[in-house]
């Protein structure tokens, strides 16, 4: 495995011995994996690899004892997401699950319900997606229109989720639905379900993206019954509650760390190219290291139990910013010194057609420069 060349590290001895292992696990692990297989660990979901990560107590590990989970720091977390987005490993099958609805399950869901799931995210064996986006219903959340009526002591579901990433391979979902009128705030009457997408009733239908793979689904609910216990957290407070999930979605490294792949490739061939594009490149370098430092003071905030929204907010903005910058440097300094089917143009191509989207998922430029501007005091 290619060391990863970003890595000041952090002081503490447990971080760094855990670093070694995570490390070396990889490396044995990912020893066939080509340079462009390592560039699509985003959208690429391999189960037998979650399992294995699971095995190794690395899903679910700051979550408490009772659930599965090891009860270990923010930080020592941050290390293991650290190395299996900078060794590109295959991270999609656990991905959600991991970061935002076991968290949102652990924080919200009835005791009932909560042990009989969370158990296997941990193992890496059950999947979840985010029920959030609808057509017309992606950035203004409160206008969702997939509704939830109660139906004796459970609910019935109608509606559809759109851009739901994963939702082929996903054992569940948690969707945000409409349950009551807006009274007095548009904010008001949402809730958030655990949807299990077995159930009849739930269709899921493929999207293909413009790097044509299909990572996107568009999900239907007709008549999909759900038990009272899927309710998660209180009737009525959906917003309050998605907004703690966004913030989790937001918070970690992954959201400057998905196209990392091109400028390790970029650093490989610099011996091609002349001293000012190795000044630029070192530029970049220097870049990602200023976002790592910010990226561990979200870190930091989480672990202290503090609201990282803002903070989050600033380091998505600044990382989908630079990330996106890279295929323009990498066309600019090595165009004519990358050659047809090389390492290097391969990896380009795929981030060139990625990166667009690292300006939307999880909260549109637009949006994250709103809540830095509210958090700033200025509207
Ligand atoms: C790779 C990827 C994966 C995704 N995965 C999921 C998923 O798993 N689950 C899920 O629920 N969703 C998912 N999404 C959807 C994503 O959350 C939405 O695309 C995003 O929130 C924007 O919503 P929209 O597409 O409806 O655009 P809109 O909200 O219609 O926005 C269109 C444009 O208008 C701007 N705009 C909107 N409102 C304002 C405003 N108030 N002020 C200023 N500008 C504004 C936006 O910034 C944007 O430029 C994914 C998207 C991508 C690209």
């Not at 999909?224 to 957290?233: A, K, N, Q, S, W």
């Amino acid at each position: 495995m290619p060391i990863p060349r970003i890595d000041p590290g952090i002081p503490d001895a447990d971080c760094e011995r855990l670093r070694k292992e995570v490390r070396e696990f990889l490396a044995e692990t990912l020893a066939g994996h080509r340079a462009i297989d390592r560039a699509r660990h985003w959208s690429t979901a391999d189960p037998e690899f979650s399992r294995r990560l699971g095995e190794r107590g690395w899903i679910g590990m700051t979550w408490p004892v009772r659930y599965g989970g090891r009860a270990r720091s923010q930080l020592e977390r941050y290390v293991v997401i650290e190395e299996l987005l900078a060794a590109g490993a295959p991270v999609a099958a656990h991905w959600t699950a991991d970061r935002q609805s076991g968290p949102q399950l652990i924080r919200f869901a009835p005791e009932t319900l909560a042990p009989k799931i969370v158990p296997g995210i941990v193992r890496g064996e059950t999947f979840f997606c985010i029920g959030l986006s609808e057509s017309d219903t992606g950035s203004d959340l409160a206008s969702v229109r997939t509704r939830a009526t109660r139906s004796g002591a459970g609910w019935v579901l109608d509606g559809a989720k759109l851009w739901t990433t994963g939702a082929h391979r996903a054992h569940y979902m948690i969707a945000l639905a409409r349950t009551g009128p807006p009274d007095g705030s548009r904010h008001a009457g949402l809730s958030q379900f655990l949807v299990d997408l077995k159930a009849p009733g739930v269709k899921i239908r493929p999207i293909r993206n413009q790097a044509d793979e299909h990572d996107f689904n568009e999900v239907g609910f007709e008549h999909v019954e759900l038990p009272g216990e899927c309710l998660i957290g209180r009737e009525g407070a959906g917003w309050e509650q998605a907004a703690t999930e966004l913030a989790f979605e937001r918070s970690g490294p992954e959201r400057y760390l998905s196209g990392m792949r091109l400028l390790l490739e970029m650093l490989d061939a610099a011996h091609a190219v002349d001293a000012r594009a190795r000044v630029a490149l070192g530029r970049l370098v220097a870049h990602y290291a200023t976002l790592r430092q910010m990226s561990l003071g979200v870190a930091g905030m989480l672990a202290r139990g503090e609201d990282p929204s803002l903070a989050a907010a600033i380091v998505k903005d600044l990382g989908a910013t630079l990330e996106q910058s890279l295929p323009d440097v990498a066309h600019e300094l090595f165009g004519g010194a990358m050659p047809a089917g090389s390492t290097l143009e391969q990896v380009a191509d795929h981030v060139t057609r990625a990166a667009p989207s690292f300006s939307l998922r999880g909260g549109t430029r637009e949006i994250l420069r709103g809540i830095i501007a509210r958090g700033l005091g200025l509207r």
